[in-house]
């Protein structure tokens, strides 16, 4: 996706090999512009076969890319939550997630009533790097006996290991950009994404 | 909001005289077409005056409604985070606020960077209740030397303090409901939101 490129490129910031901070526009601070033109783009990477009926995301960043993927669909947005609150007093989907970034464990919980066996999910996540969060949300679609229709991320790091392990286990990944190298202070894209 | 109020009424569950839950619709699965109302409905109050810049929410419920609302007027949202993560490195404004939810207290940070004191800023919020959410969000307007337009709240517990402590300290406050009880298990609104 040329301007998400475009915008990595202009406003992210290289913090070291591994970290790219995109707080301006993504995870912090959104740009609403480019969040519906994200939308748009993830919903157009599954315009065929079976019709999803739920998108589903994690808190917090993953939400704004959710849910203009969800107007652009018509369908509901779910995202699980991080940690229970006392107003969650169903029964839960919970697999656990472990974050790289904020180095720690966490359950991510989902409502029994909100993914269904009837349901064929999107799921919609920020990153893509060691792929803990996407298989945590894969890992809830299977608890639910739901279909999943693909992976739709917004930056996958291809340099980690994250992308590989998805779609060896056979999932559909819809990643906007592919990031092959952080080196230098400079992120670099696989060509396949220069060629899109 | 009438369509707001409907919906309430409708999926909606009253778990105590205290307590609505709104998780089928507002915090935990999301309906696309009720955000993209509500951003509108946002937008619409503050059309007047001088020209909102930012709009500001916190993580993770509110920024559904803060990404809609700033599509609706073409400015950037900003979500404060709950806590902070290692590639959170920059000079923030600190608010701290206690959840009753949660029972817990956090402190929420938005960078430096991007609240300045040029900024004109509308603040989003999903519940209105006692109030701490709003006024740890209002101190960080006031912390970076920026202005506040007002206070959008989605729903608006009438029956608890927050709101009057808001509307006493001089905010103007835009609620799209407002709930007066929760009592016997049904949510009455205030008689000036039937009239709208």
Chains 1, 2 share one sequence.
Do not use: C, W
């Amino acid at each position: 996706m040329k301007i998400l490129q475009e915008k990595i490129l202009q406003d992210g910031i290289v913090l070291s090999n591994d970290v790219l901070k995109v707080d301006s526009f993504l995870n912090h601070q959104l740009d609403p512009f480019l969040m519906a033109e994200i939308g748009k783009e993830f919903a157009s990477k599954v315009k065929s076969g079976k019709k999803i009926t739920k998108i589903l995301t994690i808190e917090a960043s993953g939400i704004a890319a959710a849910l203009m993927t969800g107007i652009e669909l018509g369908v509901p947005v779910v995202f699980a939550r991080k940690k229970k609150s006392i107003t969650m007093s169903d029964q839960n989907y919970v697999a656990q997630v472990y974050s790289f970034t904020k180095q720690e464990s966490s359950d991510i919980t989902v409502s029994k009533r909100f993914i269904t066996p009837e349901d064929h999910v999107y799921i919609i996540d920020d990153f893509l790097a060691r792929g803990a969060a996407s298989l945590g949300l894969a890992s809830i679609v299977e608890q639910a006996g739901a279909s999943l229709a693909g992976i739709g991320i917004i930056i996958e790091k291809a340099f980690q290991e994250g992308g590989n392990k998805l779609r060896e286990a056979g999932y559909p990944v819809y990643s906007l950009v592919r990031i092959k190298s952080l080196k230098n202070g400079v992120a670099e894209f696989m060509e396949e994404e220069e060629n899109e």
